[in-house]
């Protein structure tokens, strides 16, 4: 049972043009949420939480979205670049336990 | 570097053989996870250790898996009797824990090649 969903397994995007990738999640106990970047040969690097108390946090070209009532997360680069390629992975959490589901990942191709 | 450390980077092992993956957490860091990475799949939650406790093993498949984290020294993932199926890569992480949430920080990985 995938409670963590990322839908688009690959996105291509111009340089300098917004970056929009998805996440689904169908557990309703979830309410800490969290973006990686992930390049080849290196671990996952953190990039930006959200709490469910929130609807939206935002880190210099990062933005992240939470629609709690859809039960979707979305992550906006603004704007790309060539360096943002990479693999991206979306998580949950149920604050005060310690399991971080992730999804199964999005390969943003940012093209010069 | 007070980055979460893994070793090996790579380990190739012959199958039956026995793989040993070292886990050095963040500095501060009490609490350590290792996640698989089987290719083109997300990461899978195996285990979660605190410091001479396993919390959660529920991600570990049932036999030649084990998972420690003493008081002193590294987390250890240990496979025995490794098959080929066990090829993939292994991450490691760490967070605070505590009572507020945080990220967790994750070291770049043993890539095991069973052969």
């Not at chain 2, 008081?71 to 090829?87: A, M, T, Y």
């Not at chain 2, 967070?95 to 052969?115: D, I, Y």
Request: charged share 20%; glycine share 8%.
């Amino acid at each position: 049972d995938q409670q963590v969903k990322q839908n688009s397994p690959s996105l291509s995007v111009q340089e300098g043009r917004i970056s929009i990738l998805n996440c689904d999640y169908t557990n309703s106990m979830f309410d800490y949420f969290l973006w990686y970047k992930k390049y080849p040969a290196e671990g996952p690097t953190f990039l930006i939480s959200i709490s469910s108390i929130k609807d939206k946090n935002e880190d210099g070209r990062f933005t992240v979205f939470l629609n709690k009532s859809a039960k979707h997360l979305s992550l906006h680069i603004v704007p790309s670049q060539p360096g943002d390629s990479a693999v991206y992975f979306c998580a949950a959490s149920v604050s005060g336990t310690y399991k971080y589901i992730f999804g199964t990942g999005t390969r943003l191709k940012v093209l010069a | 570097n007070a980055g979460v450390m893994q070793n090996p980077r790579h380990l190739v092992r012959r199958r039956g053989q026995e793989a040993r993956l070292r886990c050095s957490p963040m500095k501060g860091h009490s609490h350590v996870y290792w996640y698989r990475q089987l290719p083109e799949e997300g990461l899978k939650f195996m285990v979660y250790l605190q410091k001479e406790n396993i919390i959660d093993e529920s991600g570990m498949p049932k036999e030649r898996f084990s998972a420690e984290f003493p008081k002193e020294g590294p987390s250890i993932l240990r496979i025995q009797q490794v098959v080929r199926g066990d090829s993939a890569a292994y991450f490691c992480a760490s967070s605070e824990g505590g009572g507020q949430p945080s990220p967790l920080h994750f070291g770049n990985g043993t890539r095991l090649t069973v052969t």
